[in-house]
């Protein structure tokens, strides 16, 4: 893990941080730390139960199921695109055309790599179960395994 950590710093975030620092003032740390507040703020409001305890509380109903599952990485293209349509609509730093093409390119390779994530986690079951068959097998006797053999003449 900690090499891995490593390699994130070496290579200054990745791909990932090139998505970040291609959208607008994302490398204005006052931005970056606003963004990463709303993004912290969001997944705590989703994700822990104090929330849907607060609204028993008050007796009302939980508008979403207790245990909600999300992505993250949802979670933080939303951010992302939000914050940018709201710059491009707020300043026009950006036509809606490009802010569009921008998003729509983000969401397209989130969506790829969660096709790709749906495909593994539907197919490897059936290529490991063969292996792990063929593992567990019980081996053959002796006598069975002199019983298949040709006879000498």
């Known amino acids: 893990m900690a090499l891995l950590q490593g390699y994130l710093f070496k290579e200054k975030g990745g791909k990932i941080q090139r998505v970040v620092t291609s959208k607008t003032n994302t490398l204005d740390v006052r931005s970056a730390t606003f963004i990463d507040l709303l993004y912290g703020l969001v997944l705590l409001f989703f994700k822990v139960d104090y929330i849907p305890k607060l609204f028993m509380a008050m007796e009302m109903d939980v508008p ?7 992505s993250t990485t949802w979670v ?6 939000g914050r940018e349509v709201g ?3 707020r300043l026009r730093h950006r036509n809606k055309k490009t802010v569009s093409k921008l998003i729509f390119k983000d969401a397209g390779k989130a969506f790829f790599g969660s096709a790709i994530a749906v495909v593994l986690a539907l197919f490897l079951p059936l290529l490991i179960k063969p292996v792990n068959e063929a593992i567990h097998e019980e081996p053959a006797t002796v006598e069975e395994t002199q019983a298949t053999l040709p006879q000498a003449p």
């Open 64 to 70: 979403w199921p207790e245990k909600m599952p999300m």
């Open 87 to 89: 710059i491009a609509l």
């Open 76 to 81: 933080f293209l939303g951010l992302l695109a």
